[in-house]
């Protein structure tokens, strides 16, 4: 095992070329919480056992936390607003009319919902609003997957008879077909 001394002064003079080695993998702001992590991660691993060339240790330590972190789902779409010229979609609606008639459909999901058994709300939600697979609400509600399909099946035949008598009670020939493809 390295004595803590002998680590910290190798971490100390390998420092600047673990961020060396980084800087082109992450942004700047993240190179010295990789530069900190690798020291922590190569000190825990040289408790367990001892470690032979600790600087080469350290570098591909660091280079697969950078990775990892490059990788990870949070950073993929942690983007600055500043970052686009223009808004991905247009924020504001080109009608007062379009806007109502969007409102509106979302009040009659929501009622439509409402209306729903508990288990099938449960289900239809996840799936429908949530974006949850079939196996992941089983899971999560503890139920079988095919209980869930059952559900998700019963809610989507509920909720769409229940908006298409309301577009028709309220005049609307355009019945709201977007909540079968979500």
Same mark, same amino acid.
């Given at each position: 095992?390295?004595?803590?001394?002998?680590?910290?002064?190798l971490?100390?003079?390998t420092?600047?070329?673990?961020?060396?080695?980084?800087?082109?993998?992450?942004k +700047? *702001?993240?190179?010295?919480?990789?530069?900190?992590?690798? /020291? @922590?991660?190569?000190?825990?691993?040289? $408790?367990? #056992?001892?470690?032979?060339?600790?600087?080469?240790?350290?570098?591909?330590?660091?280079?697969?936390?950078?990775?990892?972190?490059v990788?990870?789902?949070?950073?993929?779409?942690?983007?600055?607003?500043?970052?686009f010229?223009?808004?991905?979609?247009?924020?504001?609606?080109?009608?007062?009319?379009?806007?109502?008639?969007?409102?509106?459909?979302?009040?009659?999901?929501?009622?439509a +919902? *409402?209306?729903?058994?508990?288990?099938v709300?449960?289900? /239809? @939600?996840?799936?429908?609003?949530?974006? $949850?697979? #079939?196996?992941?609400?089983?899971?999560?509600?503890?139920?079988?997957?095919?209980?869930?399909?059952?559900?998700?099946?019963?809610?989507?035949?509920?909720?769409?008879?229940?908006?298409?008598?309301?577009?028709?009670?309220?005049?609307d020939?355009?019945?709201?077909?977007?909540?079968?493809?979500?």
């Amino acid at each position: 095992m390295a004595r803590n001394s002998t680590l910290t002064t190798l971490f100390l003079s390998t420092k600047r070329n673990i961020g060396r080695l980084i800087r082109h993998i992450v942004k +700047t *702001d993240d190179i010295d919480d990789i530069v900190q992590e690798t /020291f @922590i991660k190569t000190y825990e691993a040289d $408790l367990k #056992q001892e470690i032979k060339y600790v600087r080469s240790y350290m570098l591909k330590t660091a280079k697969n936390l950078a990775l990892n972190h490059v990788a990870r789902w949070d950073n993929k779409y942690n983007d600055s607003l500043e970052d686009f010229a223009q808004p991905p979609v247009q924020l504001t609606s080109r009608k007062i009319e379009d806007d109502y008639e969007s409102k509106e459909q979302f009040l009659f999901f929501c009622r439509a +919902t *409402d209306q729903l058994s508990g288990s099938v709300r449960k289900c /239809f @939600i996840l799936k429908k609003v949530y974006g $949850l697979s #079939q196996k992941e609400i089983a899971s999560y509600l503890d139920l079988s997957e095919s209980t869930v399909e059952k559900h998700i099946a019963k809610g989507l035949l509920k909720s769409t008879k229940y908006i298409k008598r309301m577009n028709l009670d309220h005049g609307d020939v355009s019945v709201n077909k977007n909540i079968a493809s979500k």
